[in-house]
């Protein structure tokens, strides 16, 4: 029902800034998050933000580096990310979740969204 495609990753040096951008197509309304992974580790949750609204949620060690954001017009969500550190170093994920949810426990887990982008590399290097 909706397609999504993220742009934006590459290298950059720690202490650096970069903005990831995940644009939809077909249906919209959807809330979206974003969620990173690196090679050997589980899938973590990033951000997301509510389609209609402006409701957020965060990772709480991400709280303040990071920043989400949409411009419904364009159907694009943004994940703004500063003073990067390797350990950030991840293929970063957009993902959009069709059902009504509250709090951070529903939009922090991956089964809350069905339909997800191809990822985007992000690599920080020291």
């Known amino acids: 029902q909706v397609q999504l495609v993220e742009s934006g990753g590459g290298l950059v040096q720690a202490g650096g800034s970069l903005t990831l951008s995940c644009a939809a197509s077909?249906?919209?309304?959807?809330?979206v998050g974003w969620f990173r992974h690196a090679p050997g580790q589980e899938h973590d949750f990033v951000a997301a933000?509510?389609?209609?609204?402006?409701?957020?949620y965060y990772k709480d060690s991400l709280k303040g580096r990071f920043t989400i954001s949409r411009d419904n017009a364009k159907n694009t969500v943004y994940l703004q990310m500063n003073y990067l550190k390797p350990e950030d170093t991840a293929v970063y994920f957009c993902?959009?979740?069709?059902?009504?949810?509250?709090?951070?426990?529903?939009?922090?887990?991956?089964?809350?969204?069905?339909?997800w982008g191809q990822g985007t590399q992000v690599t920080v290097s020291s």
């Open positions: 993902a959009a979740a069709p059902d009504v949810g509250y709090g951070l426990n529903f939009y922090s887990s991956r089964r809350s969204y069905p339909y």
């Open positions: 077909g249906r919209t309304g959807y809330s």
């Open positions: 933000i509510w389609w209609s609204g402006s409701t957020t």
